[in-house]
């Protein structure tokens, strides 16, 4: 039977490969700490689950949602955003609901991009959005992110033939998986260059809430005339621990969002209206919830950079997001040595190199996980002696 070429091109979820690693341990008997997955331990608010139930018993939720999203849903995005930004937005047009902001990222380019156009691409960086190019029958262009560039991808050394077929700009701060952040300047400048080449930007902000020591990410909406080029992709996953119900949205440009809007209503027929008054609850609750949220994690992000440090990696502590992104011993690979610390110590890490050529060098660790784990896993590492990595490799 025949298969799609665009199917043997995606390469394997990363994930995967990483799941199978922990059932084989398990499988003898091991149990294995895992860093790799981003995906929060703390549970759902008490008000969001209570606002399900009550939800649930109202007979409307029980019918086809629309592909927009629910007016009252929009609406409370909206308020959101007016509040936590300063961004004004048209419920109406300018605000779409999304089954989680992953499936808003990997549909988006079928609306913004024709077969042998060009999205650039940060690398390292989120699967999604090279998977979605590949897609929609578009080419990638890949961004180095480097330590030297601060992990933003630098807009000017874009070649002039590339930088003027490019039809579209994927960033993402704060970021995944590097922990890296951006200012308004940045994203003033990704406006700019979007504006000059005719392109789009398409902004993946869904750790926006989810920083540490009062930082306060912004918005790419914030920047002068990014309404007029881009959206955003917002979710409430990361920002209110809700990753098993599947709520984002899509914010910003009534154009691109009209056209995403023409995908998904001819694929899905949208969340979940109980769902969606999940989302609704959530997006009213006090900033205290999510301050208190980012404290645990605060925490243990102090504890896994003093024991990575303590073994001779390289790290620095990120300022926002999930992840702790570390520069593996001279003479390791990225899959070397997180190999070699599943082996030795039963503490799995993500490899750099899963997110792109430039992750190569790094591993990423996860902060979703129980602070009593992260105790354990502390201990692990910090009493590891990295062996040699001539050693390691045979
Ligand atoms: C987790 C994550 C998402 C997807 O979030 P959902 O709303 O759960 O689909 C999108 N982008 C990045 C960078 C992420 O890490």
Redesign the pocket.
Known sequence: MKRAKRIDQVPEYLFVQISRKIAEKRARGIEVISFGI?DPDLPTPQPILDELRAASEDAVTHRYPESEGLPEFREAVAGWYAGRFGVDLDPEKEVLSLI????G?GHAPLGALDPGDTALIPDPG?PVYSVGTLFAGAEGYRLPLTEGNRWLPDLDAIPEDVARRASLLWI?YPN?PTGATAELDFFENAADFALKHDAAVMH?A?YTEVAFDGYCPPSFLEASGAKDVGIEFH?L??TYNM?GWRL?MAVGNADMIEALRVVKSNLDSGVPQAVQRMGISALKLSADVIAERNAVYQGRIDRVVEALKSIGLSVERPRASLYVWARVPEGYTSAEFSERLLDERDVLVSSGSGYGEHGEGYVRLSITVSDEDVDRAVDRISSWKVPDPAGARQ
């Open positions: 981003g989680g902001a992953k499936e990222i989120y993402n995944n993946d869904c979710s996953s990361k990753t984002g």
